[in-house]
T-cell receptor, first 114, second 112 residues
Framework: AQSVTQPDIHITVSEGASLELRCNYS??????LFWYVQSPGQGLQLLLKYFSGDTLVQGIKGFEAEFKRSQSSFNLRKPSVHWSDAAEYFCAVGVPTGANNLFFGTGTRLTVIP | EPEVTQTPSHQVTQMGQEVILRCVPISNHLYFYWYRQILGQKVEFLVS????????KSEIFDDQFSVERPDGSNFTLKIRSTKLEDSAMYFC??????????FGPGTRLTVT
């Protein structure tokens, strides 16, 4: 069965610092991989996705993620964090059959300090 | 930019009552989903819907739950007899090609 692990429940970074949020998945083949962001009281916004091809994918708001098959990881990065990036970040796996239902990790809450 | 909308934003109901949560997916999308997020927990898949029938459902989606696309634009989730543990944020999502799912803002359901 597929599963997603986000080992960091809460991360605090200073504005302007770099960021890396970790995500590991468990699935028998290569799944579709996603990062979503949820601001307080808001829905889920897609940051970026990986289906195949280039393992470094670029997303919105200056985020990127790298798929590493050998580590079953899909870590999210941003070189310089802005205060508006404070939110909850969810990694998700999509099983590439049928309706591609998403399986989410437990999320990482990002706090940005001045 | 088209978006998924959900109504109401917050629903309070008493245990045992029926609730219907409404979603208007993006108009040309073909796949529809419901997910829920209990406070402080991860987002969980409930059900997917394609070609006017349920495509897949999770163990959470028992006989108390049903979905419907009554008029070609709305997509509803009905909970027949709500329990306290149904209190959660319910998200609707839609996609054209089953790849990128677009989520609505959610309906917070509070069962008292």
């Amino acid at each position: 069965a597929q599963s997603v692990t986000q080992p960091d429940i809460h991360i605090t970074v200073s504005e302007g610092a770099s960021l890396e949020l970790r995500c590991n998945y468990s699935y028998g083949a290569t799944p579709y991989l996603f990062w979503y962001v949820q601001s307080p009281g808001q829905g889920l916004q897609l940051l970026l996705k990986y289906f195949s091809g280039d393992t470094l994918v670029q997303g919105i708001k200056g985020f990127e993620a790298e798929f590493k098959r050998s580590q079953s990881s899909f870590n999210l990065r941003k070189p310089s964090v802005h205060w508006s990036d404070a939110a909850e970040y969810f990694c998700a796996v999509g099983v590439p059959t049928g309706a591609n239902n998403l399986f989410f990790g437990t999320g990482t809450r990002l706090t940005v300090i001045p | 930019e088209p978006e998924v909308t959900q109504t109401p934003s917050h629903q309070v109901t008493q245990m045992g009552q029926e609730v219907i949560l409404r979603c208007v997916p993006i108009s040309n999308h073909l796949y529809f989903y419901w997910y829920r997020q209990i406070l402080g927990q991860k987002v969980e898949f409930l059900v997917s819907f394609y070609n006017n029938e349920i495509s897949e459902k999770s163990e959470i989606f028992d006989d108390q739950f049903s979905v419907e696309r009554p008029d070609g634009s709305n997509f509803t989730l009905k909970i027949r007899s709500t329990k306290l543990e149904d209190s959660a944020m319910y998200f609707c999502a839609s996609t054209l090609n089953s790849y990128e799912q677009y989520f609505g803002p959610g309906t917070r359901l509070t069962v008292t």
